[in-house]
């Protein structure tokens, strides 16, 4: 089912290395496509609490989902000694929640407690560096049993003059269908005592995203580094999630019902501070707004250390808070008088915190006998949310160079 939880390639994205300065000398540089590194991702999720969007804000919202990606990058120069990088990403999430199954008030009665999506993923970057500039492009796919999407992107970077500072610009699209799969009491063949139907043809409707995505990067000195970041975000089509119930004051039940149209602006502002060859202090503030009328912000601090030429530690935190949407009332809160209502506590005000820390292991001898493993992360990440909910998430990286 369609949900929003946090997951490995969000919340244990890998360190990035230090921006290159110097051109690469191409004259001696094989054309041949060759693999330029893989990495093996896995991750297990868990969260509990008790404010489930599919039972109108109430009830168990246990899930666990475990995560498998696996990308590889290829790299190849062309005759004009350009850097051409091609990336290959597949992902598979299987997943189980208490509240899914909710949609047809049987718990672990039906297919809906349980789903696997699968997300495939291709891009391509060209970087001519001589000029300082990057093209790129790629194309996404994700789907599950009620839910699929199809992604598309297109870019370009540039570099000033100096190498030292870069603007990136990149347009992305998504196409989605969701399946209307409703809350089994409210679809038109159900009866008391008999169960639905729950194999039944279910309709559809789409779902667009657009989002133009704007940066830029600037190197201080060889110690401090900044980016700023805006996204320009419009959606449109059927927003809600149509298995979500709302329970109105009169004791009624009916699906979450939200606008056809929402736009939202994110800016942030990223600054990394090198003391040394030992200690990197990564921090990052974001501030979001929206046409539902949610605002937020964003603070996070990461601290990377390094304890040996082979070892380093990343302790993580992060900080939100965010404004409600003006959609949303709590269980048997709505009225009969409202147009617009939800009872899906991401869409309410709360805070959160996320903390947690990383250990990375370089390996230039490889690992188990095998030369081509040359760095192993293991990250573990703790969710608070002050409506109740928690989380837990652990991965493992390793990368083959």
Known sequence: ??????????LMALLHSHAQTTPVDTSHISRKLKVDEINLVSSYYHQN??????????????????????????VKYDRKNRKNKFRLDVGVDHYTSASSDRIDLKANSSASHADTRFYPSIGWTRENESKGS????????????DYQ?????????????????EFTAKFQ????????????????????????????????SGRNTFALSLAYSQIINPNFQVELLTDVVQQSGYLSLPFHRVYFSDGTVHQETLPDKRFKIPLGLRANYFL??????????????????????????????????????SP?????????????APYQAHGVSDEFYTSNYDLSKFNSNFFGAGIRYNLPNGLLGIQQINMLELRYGHYTK????????????????
């Open 316 to 328: 993580f935190y992060r900080f939100y808070t965010q404004t409600g949407a003006k959609y949303f």
């Open 49 to 74: 609490g008790n404010n489930s969007a599919v039972t109108g804000g109430i009830g168990s919202e246990r899930l666990t989902d475990i995560s498998n990606v696996i990308d590889v990058t290829l």
């Open 386 to 401: 002050s409506v109740g909910m928690a989380s837990d998430i652990i991965s493992l990286n390793i990368r083959f160079k």
């Open 134 to 145: 990057t093209l790129m492009g790629g194309v996404s796919y994700s789907g599950e049993f």
């Open 149 to 165: 999407s199809l992604g598309a992107n297109i870019g370009f970077a540039q570099k000033t003059a100096n190498k030292m500072g």
């Open 173 to 204: 699209a998504y196409l989605d269908q969701v399946t209307l799969i409703a809350p089994i009491e409210l679809r038109p063949n159900y009866s008391p005592g008999t169960g639905g139907r729950e194999h039944e043809q279910y309709g559809t």
């Open 1 to 10: 089912m369609k949900r929003i939880f946090l997951t490995a390639a969000a």
């Open 276 to 313: 040394g060859d030992q200690f990197i202090i990564r921090t990052y503030y974001r501030y979001y707004t929206d046409s539902w009328g949610i605002k937020s912000h964003t603070i996070s601090l990461e601290t990377p250390i390094k304890l040996s030429p082979f070892v380093s530690v």
